[in-house]
Each structure stands twice: as C-alpha cells, then as structure tokens.
C-alpha cells in the first residue's frame, strides 16, 4: 500500500480535461515538494511537473499541478490520445525517505 | 545532455545478492545539489524508491529496504551502484536509476533493466 494515494484511474474524451488527485499527510505533501511523473507503456518514467506546478522545459502548458494542505491535483487540458499512460506524484517524507503514490492510469476514451 | 544506464545481471538466485551498477554520462557525478537514486517497479505494480546517496555521500533508504540496501558512488568511475541482499521473489522488478534534487523531483532517468530472482 503506498503512502500517497491516488485514484487507480480516470479517463475522459479527447479535448477534455482530466484531473488526477494524490492525497498524502504533514509528514509527506504537507511540508515538500510534489512532482508529478508521466510512464508511457514499456517506458521509463518522466518527469512533468516539479516543486507544486512548475514544468520543466518542453512540457506542454497542457499539463499543470497544485497543491493544497496535504493534497496535490495534477490537470490536464486538451487530452489527446498520446496522453494514456500512468501517473505517479511523488515527494520526501518527513523520515528522508521518498514515497511515490500508486499510480493512476489514464485512459482517454 | 546527461544520460544514465543500469547494468548488471538479469537474474539473481533467490537469498543472493542483487548488484546492479549505473553509469552517468554527460555530466559529473560529483556535480553539487544532485541525488542519485534507485527505484524499482514490480510487473504490473507502481513505482518504489528504494534509495538515494547525495553527491556528499550521504545515504538514504527505504526504511522497508534499509536493512537490505546499501548505496554507494564511485568518482573516479562516475558511477554509483545498488545492493540489496537476502533477494526473494518479491525482488523480482524493473529497476531504474534516476537524478533528483532535493525536492525529490526526478529529472534524468535511466531506461531501467529488469531483474529477475529465480532458482
């Protein structure tokens, strides 16, 4: 069981909006950082969104994160159907060590 | 542009040792501010961090793992390496390497090899 918990899917139409919530404590999400991560089929993870909502170079605007408390949303507008794929937030625990939530897999309908 | 690659044997004997080595090109190992991480993904299952050493030295674990883990780093190869002992076949995952910062945010990834722990 992971320490961040996600929803194991969600899906929507093409052009539409998804969100994709990661629910943790004060120990994890309260006090760090949160990053997101996009893992297409067969693929290594890769890394959409850093430090809340901020997005490294070549990420679509498409893509954007929040947080909140003890919770973080990860958006994305404008779906398209290279889009499906798995979605991991992860951060640092109070105890240094990193925990990642179970994934969520998107399915663009 | 920096890149990583795993390496080491894909399969390991159960209550073995579990060696795998990454190799960080176009770039220094020693660069200030990075971590160098480990993390696994069992088949089907999401992703597990396993460990990171800063480019100090300093090491931190999974404390599910701690026991069994040990990070290590080698300059003078640019290279830092994983082991974990007593593998079983829960063991059994893909393993990546992977750059961080101290938000834990994963920059630079390897593709990953996949281990797997049968007699």
């Known amino acids: 069981q992971s320490v961040l918990t996600q929803p194991p899917s969600v899906s929507a139409a093409p052009g539409q909006k998804v969100t994709i919530s990661c629910s943790g404590s004060?120990?994890?999400?309260?006090?760090?950082?949160v990053s997101w991560y996009q893992q297409l089929p067969g693929t290594a993870p890769k890394l959409l969104i850093y430090e809340n909502n901020k997005r490294p170079s070549g990420i679509p605007d498409r893509f954007s994160g929040s947080k909140s408390g003890t919770s973080a949303t990860l958006g994305i507008t404008g779906l398209q159907t290279g889009d499906e794929a798995d979605y991991y937030c992860g951060t640092w625990d109070s105890s240094l060590s990193g925990v990642f939530g179970g994934g969520t897999k998107l399915t663009v309908l | 542009q920096l890149q990583l690659q795993e390496s080491g044997p894909g399969l390991v004997k159960p209550s073995e040792t579990l060696s795998l080595t990454c190799t960080v090109s176009?770039?220094?190992?020693?660069?200030?501010?990075?971590?160098w991480g480990w993390i696994r993904q069992p088949p089907g299952k999401g992703l597990e961090w396993i460990g990171s050493i800063y480019y100090s030295g300093s090491t931190y674990y999974n404390p599910s793992l701690k026991s069994r883990v040990t990070i290590s780093v080698d300059t003078s190869k640019n290279q830092f390496s994983l082991k974990l002992s007593s593998v079983t076949a829960a063991d059994t995952a893909v393993y990546y390497c992977?750059?961080?910062?101290?938000?834990?945010?994963?920059?630079?990834w390897g593709k990953g090899t996949t281990v797997t722990v049968s007699s």
């Open positions: 176009g770039g220094s190992i020693s660069s200030s501010s990075y971590y």
């Open positions: 992977a750059r961080h910062e101290a938000g834990m945010e994963m920059d630079v």
């Open positions: 004060s120990s994890n999400i309260g006090n760090n950082y």
